[in-house]
Protein backbone atom coordinates (compact mmCIF):
# COMPACT_ATOMS: atom_id res chain seq x y z
CA UNK A 1 0.00 0.00 0.00
CA UNK A 2 1.35 3.52 -0.89
CA UNK A 3 0.00 5.39 1.98
CA UNK A 4 -2.24 4.00 3.90
CA UNK A 5 -4.07 3.92 7.50
CA UNK A 6 -2.79 0.45 8.80
CA UNK A 7 -2.04 -0.31 12.06
CA UNK A 8 1.96 -0.69 12.62
CA UNK A 9 4.08 -0.15 15.04
CA UNK A 10 6.69 2.62 14.91
CA UNK A 11 10.24 2.51 16.52
CA UNK A 12 8.79 3.05 20.21
CA UNK A 13 6.79 -0.05 20.03
CA UNK A 14 3.19 1.91 20.03
CA UNK A 15 0.38 1.90 17.85
CA UNK A 16 0.83 4.72 14.92
CA UNK A 17 -1.12 6.17 12.40
CA UNK A 18 0.21 7.20 9.73
CA UNK A 19 -1.77 10.43 7.39
CA UNK A 20 -3.70 8.34 4.90
CA UNK A 21 -3.40 11.55 2.18
CA UNK A 22 -6.22 12.92 0.91
CA UNK A 23 -9.95 10.96 0.43
CA UNK A 24 -12.08 10.79 -2.23
CA UNK A 25 -14.82 9.25 -2.62
CA UNK A 26 -14.98 6.20 -5.07
CA UNK A 27 -18.15 5.81 -7.72
CA UNK A 28 -17.04 2.88 -9.70
CA UNK A 29 -17.40 -0.43 -8.33
CA UNK A 30 -16.36 -3.86 -10.10
CA UNK A 31 -19.26 -5.97 -11.00
CA UNK A 32 -18.93 -10.01 -11.00
CA UNK A 33 -21.09 -12.80 -12.21
CA UNK A 34 -21.23 -16.32 -12.78
CA UNK A 35 -20.03 -16.54 -16.10
CA UNK A 36 -16.70 -14.63 -15.65
CA UNK A 37 -15.65 -11.04 -15.09
CA UNK A 38 -17.86 -7.92 -16.42
CA UNK A 39 -16.45 -4.60 -17.14
CA UNK A 40 -14.83 -2.28 -14.60
CA UNK A 41 -16.60 0.86 -14.93
CA UNK A 42 -13.94 2.42 -16.61
CA UNK A 43 -13.27 -0.15 -19.29
CA UNK A 44 -13.57 -3.64 -20.81
CA UNK A 45 -13.32 -6.74 -19.23
CA UNK A 46 -10.41 -7.29 -16.98
CA UNK A 47 -9.50 -10.50 -18.44
CA UNK A 48 -6.17 -12.21 -16.96
CA UNK A 49 -2.83 -12.44 -19.18
CA UNK A 50 0.03 -14.34 -19.49
CA UNK A 51 3.04 -12.18 -18.72
CA UNK A 52 5.82 -15.17 -18.42
CA UNK A 53 5.75 -19.25 -18.38
CA UNK A 54 3.31 -20.17 -16.33
CA UNK A 55 2.91 -16.49 -14.75
CA UNK A 56 -1.00 -14.81 -15.18
CA UNK A 57 -1.50 -11.18 -14.11
CA UNK A 58 -4.68 -10.63 -12.62
CA UNK A 59 -6.41 -7.24 -12.33
CA UNK A 60 -7.64 -7.07 -8.48
CA UNK A 61 -9.90 -3.87 -9.52
CA UNK A 62 -9.17 -1.48 -6.49
CA UNK A 63 -12.42 0.48 -6.46
CA UNK A 64 -13.06 -1.22 -10.16
CA UNK A 65 -10.25 1.02 -11.57
CA UNK A 66 -8.25 -1.24 -14.40
CA UNK A 67 -4.89 -1.80 -14.33
CA UNK A 68 -4.16 0.03 -11.03
CA UNK A 69 -3.58 -3.36 -8.98
CA UNK A 70 -2.44 -6.76 -9.83
CA UNK A 71 -2.27 -9.96 -8.33
CA UNK A 72 -0.31 -12.88 -10.33
CA UNK A 73 -0.90 -16.60 -10.43
CA UNK A 74 2.43 -18.88 -10.53
CA UNK A 75 1.16 -22.10 -12.33
CA UNK A 76 2.76 -25.61 -11.24
CA UNK A 77 1.33 -28.62 -9.16
CA UNK A 78 0.79 -26.46 -6.30
CA UNK A 79 0.25 -22.97 -8.09
CA UNK A 80 0.48 -20.04 -6.09
CA UNK A 81 -1.71 -16.96 -5.90
CA UNK A 82 0.73 -13.35 -5.31
CA UNK A 83 -1.31 -10.83 -4.01
CA UNK A 84 -4.81 -10.41 -3.14
CA UNK A 85 -5.58 -6.80 -3.89
CA UNK A 86 -8.33 -5.70 -1.72
CA UNK A 87 -11.49 -7.56 0.24
CA UNK A 88 -13.63 -5.09 -1.71
CA UNK A 89 -12.65 -6.48 -4.95
CA UNK A 90 -11.98 -10.21 -3.34
CA UNK A 91 -14.83 -11.13 -5.70
CA UNK A 92 -13.35 -10.35 -9.15
CA UNK A 93 -10.29 -12.24 -7.85
CA UNK A 94 -11.90 -15.41 -7.12
CA UNK A 95 -14.05 -14.62 -10.19
CA UNK A 96 -11.19 -14.47 -12.36
CA UNK A 97 -9.72 -17.57 -10.74
CA UNK A 98 -12.81 -19.64 -12.14
CA UNK A 99 -12.35 -18.57 -14.96
CA UNK A 100 -8.75 -19.97 -15.01
CA UNK A 101 -10.10 -23.46 -13.89
CA UNK A 102 -8.44 -23.01 -10.21
CA UNK A 103 -11.10 -24.64 -8.26
CA UNK A 104 -11.49 -24.70 -4.55
CA UNK A 105 -9.12 -27.65 -3.97
CA UNK A 106 -6.29 -26.58 -6.67
CA UNK A 107 -4.32 -22.97 -5.18
CA UNK A 108 -1.54 -24.56 -2.85
CA UNK A 109 -0.59 -21.14 -1.14
CA UNK A 110 -1.30 -17.37 -1.17
CA UNK A 111 2.10 -14.93 -0.91
CA UNK A 112 1.33 -11.38 0.12
CA UNK A 113 4.61 -9.09 -0.50
CA UNK A 114 3.34 -6.61 2.48
CA UNK A 115 -0.26 -6.37 4.93
CA UNK A 116 -1.29 -3.36 3.22
CA UNK A 117 -5.39 -3.58 2.39
CA UNK A 118 -4.38 -3.06 -1.43
CA UNK A 119 -2.27 -6.12 -1.01
CA UNK A 120 -3.53 -8.38 1.14
CA UNK A 121 -6.86 -7.21 2.29
CA UNK A 122 -8.85 -10.11 0.56
CA UNK A 123 -6.49 -13.06 2.30
CA UNK A 124 -9.21 -14.19 4.61
CA UNK A 125 -11.95 -14.47 1.87
CA UNK A 126 -9.21 -16.47 0.02
CA UNK A 127 -8.32 -18.23 2.54
CA UNK A 128 -11.32 -19.51 3.00
CA UNK A 129 -12.69 -20.02 -0.58
CA UNK A 130 -9.27 -22.49 -0.97
CA UNK A 131 -9.18 -24.25 2.32
CA UNK A 132 -6.26 -26.53 1.43
CA UNK A 133 -4.42 -22.84 0.70
CA UNK A 134 -1.08 -21.66 2.97
CA UNK A 135 -0.80 -18.39 3.51
CA UNK A 136 3.01 -17.05 3.31
CA UNK A 137 3.69 -13.71 4.72
CA UNK A 138 6.56 -12.02 6.58
CA UNK A 139 7.42 -12.38 10.17
CA UNK A 140 6.40 -9.24 11.11
CA UNK A 141 2.97 -9.13 9.24
CA UNK A 142 1.81 -12.30 10.60
CA UNK A 143 -0.17 -11.42 13.19
CA UNK A 144 -2.19 -8.88 11.41
CA UNK A 145 -3.58 -11.01 9.97
CA UNK A 146 -4.25 -13.65 12.12
CA UNK A 147 -5.86 -10.75 14.25
CA UNK A 148 -6.93 -7.94 12.00
CA UNK A 149 -8.68 -6.06 14.44
CA UNK A 150 -6.06 -3.25 15.49
CA UNK A 151 -5.04 -2.83 11.61
CA UNK A 152 -8.73 -2.38 10.47
CA UNK A 153 -9.71 -0.47 13.49
CA UNK A 154 -6.89 2.13 12.59
CA UNK A 155 -7.90 2.04 9.41
CA UNK A 156 -11.69 3.44 10.27
CA UNK A 157 -10.25 5.42 12.27
CA UNK A 158 -8.47 7.28 9.47
CA UNK A 159 -10.89 6.82 6.50
CA UNK A 160 -14.48 6.25 7.93
CA UNK A 161 -17.24 5.36 5.48
CA UNK A 162 -14.87 5.38 2.45
CA UNK A 163 -12.90 2.72 3.92
CA UNK A 164 -15.91 0.03 3.16
CA UNK A 165 -16.27 1.91 -0.13
CA UNK A 166 -12.85 1.64 -1.61
CA UNK A 167 -11.49 -0.82 0.57
CA UNK A 168 -13.20 -3.31 2.52
CA UNK A 169 -12.09 -4.65 5.89
CA UNK A 170 -9.66 -7.96 6.47
CA UNK A 171 -11.13 -11.19 7.31
CA UNK A 172 -8.94 -12.97 9.75
CA UNK A 173 -6.71 -16.15 8.85
CA UNK A 174 -6.49 -19.01 10.94
CA UNK A 175 -2.95 -18.84 12.29
CA UNK A 176 -2.38 -22.42 11.65
CA UNK A 177 -3.00 -21.33 8.02
CA UNK A 178 -0.21 -18.95 8.14
CA UNK A 179 3.46 -19.44 7.22
CA UNK A 180 6.32 -17.19 8.12
CA UNK A 181 8.87 -16.46 4.95
CA UNK A 182 12.09 -16.01 6.06
CA UNK A 183 15.19 -14.28 3.45
CA UNK A 184 15.69 -16.47 0.92
CA UNK A 185 13.06 -19.40 2.04
CA UNK A 186 11.64 -21.32 -0.89
CA UNK A 187 7.92 -21.92 -1.93
CA UNK A 188 8.02 -24.96 -4.17
CA UNK A 189 5.68 -25.17 -6.70
CA UNK A 190 6.78 -27.45 -8.42
CA UNK A 191 9.79 -29.58 -10.03
CA UNK A 192 12.14 -27.21 -10.74
CA UNK A 193 9.81 -24.73 -9.93
CA UNK A 194 9.70 -22.23 -6.83
CA UNK A 195 9.85 -19.10 -5.77
CA UNK A 196 12.04 -17.36 -3.06
CA UNK A 197 11.93 -14.57 -0.40
CA UNK A 198 13.57 -11.56 -0.50
CA UNK A 199 13.20 -9.76 2.76
CA UNK A 200 13.11 -6.09 1.21
CA UNK A 201 12.02 -3.42 3.55
CA UNK A 202 12.41 0.09 2.95
CA UNK A 203 8.38 0.85 1.96
CA UNK A 204 7.06 -1.35 5.05
CA UNK A 205 9.19 -3.57 8.00
CA UNK A 206 6.86 -6.30 6.96
CA UNK A 207 7.96 -6.42 2.88
CA UNK A 208 8.86 -9.50 1.14
CA UNK A 209 9.45 -9.64 -2.55
CA UNK A 210 9.28 -13.20 -4.60
CA UNK A 211 11.43 -14.57 -7.20
CA UNK A 212 10.65 -17.19 -9.35
CA UNK A 213 12.76 -19.65 -10.51
CA UNK A 214 11.56 -20.71 -13.71
CA UNK A 215 10.15 -17.20 -15.39
CA UNK A 216 12.78 -15.15 -14.02
CA UNK A 217 10.08 -12.53 -12.78
CA UNK A 218 10.23 -10.93 -9.48
CA UNK A 219 7.26 -9.99 -7.69
CA UNK A 220 8.38 -6.45 -5.80
CA UNK A 221 5.02 -5.43 -4.05
CA UNK A 222 5.90 -1.64 -3.76
CA UNK A 223 9.82 -1.90 -2.99
CA UNK A 224 10.22 -0.54 -6.44
CA UNK A 225 7.28 2.11 -6.91
CA UNK A 226 4.50 2.65 -8.29
CA UNK A 227 4.58 3.03 -12.15
CA UNK A 228 0.74 2.80 -13.86
CA UNK A 229 0.78 1.89 -17.43
CA UNK A 230 -1.74 4.79 -18.45
CA UNK A 231 0.69 7.49 -16.27
CA UNK A 232 4.20 5.93 -17.73
CA UNK A 233 6.46 7.40 -14.69
CA UNK A 234 7.98 5.27 -11.40
CA UNK A 235 6.69 7.58 -8.46
CA UNK A 236 8.19 5.97 -5.18
CA UNK A 237 6.03 4.77 -2.30
CA UNK A 238 7.11 6.30 0.95
CA UNK A 239 4.28 6.09 3.39
CA UNK A 240 4.66 6.39 7.20
CA UNK A 241 5.33 5.29 9.85
CA UNK A 242 7.66 2.56 7.92
CA UNK A 243 9.80 4.31 5.12
CA UNK A 244 13.52 4.38 5.77
CA UNK A 245 15.71 5.54 2.47
CA UNK A 246 18.68 3.08 3.27
CA UNK A 247 16.32 0.25 3.77
CA UNK A 248 15.02 1.04 0.62
CA UNK A 249 17.77 1.59 -1.61
CA UNK A 250 19.36 -1.92 0.03
CA UNK A 251 16.44 -3.72 -0.69
CA UNK A 252 16.56 -2.50 -4.53
CA UNK A 253 20.44 -3.44 -4.70
CA UNK A 254 19.36 -7.18 -3.39
CA UNK A 255 17.18 -7.24 -6.42
CA UNK A 256 19.04 -6.15 -8.73
CA UNK A 257 21.81 -8.84 -7.62
CA UNK A 258 19.33 -11.27 -8.21
CA UNK A 259 19.21 -10.34 -12.09
CA UNK A 260 15.81 -10.90 -12.51
CA UNK A 261 14.26 -11.41 -16.00
CA UNK A 262 11.06 -9.03 -15.38
CA UNK A 263 9.66 -7.09 -12.28
CA UNK A 264 6.16 -7.18 -12.07
CA UNK A 265 4.90 -4.39 -10.05
CA UNK A 266 1.45 -4.86 -7.75
CA UNK A 267 0.84 -0.86 -9.10
CA UNK A 268 1.44 -1.98 -12.36
CA UNK A 269 2.29 -5.29 -14.15
CA UNK A 270 5.51 -6.48 -15.92
CA UNK A 271 8.45 -4.04 -16.74
CA UNK A 272 11.26 -6.54 -18.34
CA UNK A 273 14.50 -3.68 -18.30
CA UNK A 274 15.27 -4.89 -15.13
CA UNK A 275 19.03 -2.83 -14.92
CA UNK A 276 17.56 0.61 -15.97
CA UNK A 277 14.21 0.43 -13.68
CA UNK A 278 15.94 -0.30 -10.40
CA UNK A 279 18.10 1.69 -10.92
CA UNK A 280 15.79 4.45 -11.96
CA UNK A 281 13.97 3.73 -8.80
CA UNK A 282 16.69 4.59 -6.63
CA UNK A 283 17.30 7.26 -8.39
CA UNK A 284 13.97 8.85 -7.99
CA UNK A 285 14.02 7.36 -4.10
CA UNK A 286 16.79 9.80 -3.52
CA UNK A 287 15.58 12.96 -5.46
CA UNK A 288 12.00 12.56 -3.58
CA UNK A 289 14.05 12.62 -0.51
CA UNK A 290 16.69 15.47 -1.18
CA UNK A 291 13.69 17.22 -2.25
CA UNK A 292 11.50 16.53 1.47
CA UNK A 293 14.57 17.43 2.95
CA UNK A 294 15.16 20.27 1.39
CA UNK A 295 11.93 21.76 2.08
CA UNK A 296 11.87 20.37 6.01
CA UNK A 297 15.15 22.29 6.55
CA UNK A 298 13.68 25.61 5.35
CA UNK A 299 10.09 25.35 7.28
CA UNK A 300 7.93 24.52 3.70
CA UNK A 301 5.33 22.12 3.12
CA UNK A 302 7.25 18.26 2.12
CA UNK A 303 3.96 17.81 0.51
CA UNK A 304 3.81 20.87 -1.68
CA UNK A 305 7.31 21.26 -2.31
CA UNK A 306 6.91 17.60 -4.08
CA UNK A 307 4.12 18.84 -6.20
CA UNK A 308 5.50 21.71 -7.26
CA UNK A 309 8.89 19.77 -8.49
CA UNK A 310 7.02 16.46 -9.45
CA UNK A 311 3.54 17.64 -11.19
CA UNK A 312 4.99 18.16 -14.53
CA UNK A 313 5.54 14.12 -14.58
CA UNK A 314 1.49 13.78 -14.70
CA UNK A 315 0.31 16.78 -16.16
CA UNK A 316 -0.48 15.18 -19.87
CA UNK A 317 -2.94 12.52 -17.48
CA UNK A 318 -6.25 13.89 -17.08
CA UNK A 319 -7.29 15.36 -13.69
CA UNK A 320 -9.61 11.95 -12.91
CA UNK A 321 -6.83 9.61 -13.61
CA UNK A 322 -3.82 12.55 -11.44
CA UNK A 323 -7.39 11.83 -9.16
CA UNK A 324 -7.30 7.67 -9.08
CA UNK A 325 -3.38 8.35 -9.02
CA UNK A 326 -3.29 10.53 -5.71
CA UNK A 327 -5.39 8.22 -4.09
CA UNK A 328 -3.34 5.57 -4.74
CA UNK A 329 -0.13 7.08 -4.16
CA UNK A 330 -0.22 11.01 -3.32
CA UNK A 331 1.95 13.62 -2.36
CA UNK A 332 0.44 13.88 0.90
CA UNK A 333 1.17 10.27 1.79
CA UNK A 334 4.24 10.33 0.58
CA UNK A 335 5.37 13.52 2.04
CA UNK A 336 4.47 11.99 5.59
CA UNK A 337 6.50 8.93 5.08
CA UNK A 338 9.69 11.12 4.03
CA UNK A 339 8.74 13.50 7.33
CA UNK A 340 8.68 10.43 9.35
CA UNK A 341 12.16 9.13 7.87
CA UNK A 342 13.64 12.45 8.37
CA UNK A 343 13.12 13.10 11.99
CA UNK A 344 13.92 9.96 13.06
CA UNK A 345 16.75 8.67 11.37
CA UNK A 346 18.73 11.23 13.28
CA UNK A 347 19.02 13.24 10.02
CA UNK A 348 17.76 16.32 11.17
CA UNK A 349 19.09 15.95 15.25
CA UNK A 350 22.47 15.75 13.44
CA UNK A 351 21.57 19.19 11.77
CA UNK A 352 20.37 20.66 14.88
CA UNK A 353 23.59 19.55 16.56
CA UNK A 354 25.64 21.58 13.81
CA UNK A 355 23.93 24.67 14.17
CA UNK A 356 22.22 24.56 10.74
CA UNK A 357 19.45 26.73 9.84
CA UNK A 358 16.26 24.99 10.93
CA UNK A 359 12.74 25.04 9.82
CA UNK A 360 10.80 27.99 10.68
CA UNK A 361 14.15 29.91 12.23
Same mark, same amino acid.
Given at each position: ???????????????????????????????????????????????????GPGVIQIDTLLGGWRRMTAGYLVEGPAPVLVETGSQSSAGALLAA?????????????????????????????????????????????????????????????VYGPLLDELYGRLEPTPPERLHVLADTET?????????????????????????????????????????????????????????????????????????????????? /?????? *?? @????? %???? $??? =? #?? &?????????????????????????????????????? /?????? *?? @????? %???? $??? =? #?? &?????????
Amino acid at each position: MTGRPEDHEGANGRESEPDPGPGHLVTGHTHVHAGGIEAASDGGPAEPVAIGPGVIQIDTLLGGWRRMTAGYLVEGPAPVLVETGSQSSAGALLAALEHLGVGPGDLAGVAVTHIHLDHAGGVGDVARAFPDATVYVHEKGARHLADPSRLVASAARVYGPLLDELYGRLEPTPPERLHVLADTETVEIGPGRFLTAVDSPGHAKHHLGLHDSVSGILFAGDAVGVRLPDAGVLRPATPPPDFDLGEAVHSLRKFAARRPSGIALAHY /GLLEDT *EA @LLEEA %EATL $RSW =A #ET &AERALREGRDIAAALEERYRFDTSHLSAEFREKLEVLN /GFHSNA *EG @LRRWL %ETSG $RMA =A #ER &ASGAPQPGS
